[in-house]
Structures are given as C-alpha cells and as structure tokens.
C-alpha cells in the first residue's frame, strides 16, 4: 500500500507537515518494504491552490491514505468517496507516524469497526467558517479597490455634467441613461432620486428607465471583481446583454407606455 | 545577503499582489491630493459612506456564505439552481435576487461559492437581474415616480433579468461543480 505524507524533509525522519499545502515534500511511502519517493511540493506561491496541486500529485502517484496534521473535514469526506483515506491530527517522524499507522491498521483489522469515521458537527462548523473567511479574504483587496474608485469616480464628477448629455431624443436617451447607470452605482434609492431630478429637468422615460434599470444591473467599475468571481466571459457577456436590454427595454417602455405613465 | 531578500520578496509577493490594485487606486487619490484637494476630500468621503454601508451586507453574506459551506452540498445547488432546476430554479433564484441587500461587489464571494457548487450561469445571472427590485423601496419609488412607471419597472427588471439570464447561458460555457 502507498502512503503519502507531506514532510519537512526528502527523508523519513522528517517530520509530518501541519498542512499539505505548506509542506515542503511529498513523500510516497511503500508500506512493504518502506521504500519512498520524495517529491517537491507545489510552490506556496500559487496561494490555496497548493494545497489541492499537491494533492492532485500524490493521487496521480497511487497514494491510498494521506497522514498529515489538519485538512478539512470536505475535502477528507470528498476523497472517501474515491476511496482514498486521510487521516489527520498527525504529528511527529515521517517513519515512525507511517509504521504506527500500520500497527493500528493491522490491530483494527483483527477487530474491524463497522462505524466510519465522521468529522464532528463542530468540525464541519469550522471547516465552513473557515473556507467563508478564506473566501471572504480573497475578496477584500478587490472590494476595497472598487469602493475606492467609486468615491474618486463621485468626487470628481457632478451631476449636473452628467445630465448635460441628455438631448431629448429616445433612443440617445436611453443610450446616456443607461451609460450613466453603468457607471454610477450605490443604493438604489440614489437612482430614484437622480431619475426624478432629470424627470423634472425635462429628460424623457426612457432615459431615466435605463438609469434606473442598470444602476444595479450593470457595472462598470466593478467589472473587475465580477470577472474574477465568475470568470470573465460571464462577467463581460452579463453587463453587455445588461446594457442592450436597458436600452432596449427603456426604449420599448417609451414608445408604447410613455404617455400612460 | 542580495538572494535572501529576494528570497523574502518572493515569499512576500503572493501576499502584496491581491492588494496591487487598491494600492494603484490610493496612488490616483495621492495625484488628485495635489492637483485638486477639494474634490479629492470630496472623494475620499464618499468613500467612507460607502464602506459604511458595506459592513451589514457584508457580515449578512458572510453569515450566508458560512451556512451555504456548512449545509449545501454541490448535489443539493444543482438540485435547486442547478442545469435540471426548470421553473423551480427561476424562481428561487428570482426571489433570492429580490430579497438580497446591499451593493452587489459585497456578494461577489458568494455567487462564487455557489457557482463552484453547481449553480449555473443562467440563475446566477437571474439572480443579479432581479436584485433591481427591491420591495422594501417600492413604497419610495412610488412616492418619487408614481405607481405606473413602478409598476411597469418592476415587470421590466424581471423580463430584463430572465433575458440577460438567456443571453448568458446561451454564450457562456457552464463549469463543472468542485
């Protein structure tokens, strides 16, 4: 059987890293005859990707049990399912971890526990706090970035030169509507106000319907963390189709409900 | 001595790189400090509001996102958002839109979270449609805009919201569940 345990060392008396991701080797253990191959690990550089390269290399080398010192309770659920085990809070010498792990297999065989092994309820609470925060952290630089940009963007330009391009027509209307919907963002109550204050400075339905329709709908400063979230092609197909559909609709709205509204 | 601050550089960078772009922004603040300080203090306020704003739907997505890790598996989203979903899935994802608060960039961490659990393209992008329509504001848009022009917003943000949804799924490519 092989086993597979990051390490702080190429050798056996390395001592069992805390987590796969940070370890510095991988260690493939033979069990028959203690033979093993160290591999370098994935570089700490690629971040929270390490960790599953890493993994993904000793699967690729036939490893059928993990030892390592904290994993979460997901991913070991994940890998029973594939039959490969990982069992965690390991501490101590690679060599010696390895053969007290066959001592407690063997004794386990000769008394087999019908019961699989569940992480706590508490565990999976922390695991999932865990991955949120993770997730959450991840995020924090971009969001910052763009609240930053966005009060740049409000403190230099006014309102009132925004509303200089509205000429009147329906569909150049909802074209300008719809851009400075694009690039405004905040509450929605904001667009009510604006759409109101154009709506009485003489500017068409349409114009203030795709205001309104993409001040939510559609954003351009905030591009760059809807593309890292959801991948570029979604996030640029989603607010382009955003944008053509305001105008259209805003244009729709106009010519047909215009008057009634 | 020269390989061991790089050394450190390197080790550092992953840390520094994410935060690149804000840094690049607090630069552009630093130019317009000198050129025009008015607008700049102008700019730094609105700033502040709107970190002001982002603590309670932040800390409502957090709660959000820790409960989705917890109780929802891939197997459980594709059931309800996910490709089979039907009509059931237009709904949950409409109504969640509707019901969701706060400026959009706070839920970015979550429609990544569900998205890598099976959520697709097309109720993600319902989702982020039909957050236009807030009930809580309807009696302020009525107030500012009349009950028709709300009325007849209200259907355009669902119609808008289910054709961008189409749109979406039609040109971009779904990914399989983590």
Redesign the interface.
Known sequence: MKIAVPSTEPTLEGYVANKIGTASYLLIIETYDMSFEAIDAPS????AGAGVRALSLVMDKGAQVILVGHISP?IVNGFADQGIKIVTQVSGKVGETVKNYMDALDTRQNNPDPQPETPSSQD??R???D???R??R??L????????????????ISEQKLVSLFSGTVLQDSFWGACMGSIL?????NS??I??SL?SMGVG?SG??AL??T???V?LI?L???A????T??AL??NL??FI??VI??CV?SMF?GG?? | MNQKKWFIFQRMMPMIRPWLFPLGVVCLYGIGLMLAPENTEKAFDKSCSIFRHLVLPICLCLIMMVALNRFLSPKTVTQFLGKSSGIKGLFISSLAGILSMGPVYAWYPLFKSMKEKGTTNFHLANFMGCRSIKPVLLPVLVGYLGWRFAGVFVLACLAGAFLVACIVSLFCSESPPN
């Not at chain 1, 700490?44 to 971040?47: D, L, N």
């Not at chain 1, 963002?185 to 109550?189: A, F, L, R, Y």
């Not at chain 1, 890292?228 to 991948?231: C, Y």
Request: charged content about 5%.
């Open positions: 700490q550089s690629s971040g997901f999976q609470w695991a999932a706090m991955m949120g925060l997730q959450f991840a995020f630089p971009l969001v910052t970035g763009v609240v930053l940009l966005l009060g740049l963007f409000q403190g230099f963002t905040g509450n929605p109550v009510y106000v759409a109101k709506f339905i203030i319907t309104m329709l001040w939510v709908n954003g905030q760059p963390a809807e890292k979230a959801l991948g092609g979604f197909v989603r189709a955003g559909m305001a609709i805003s709205i409900a009634w509204i």
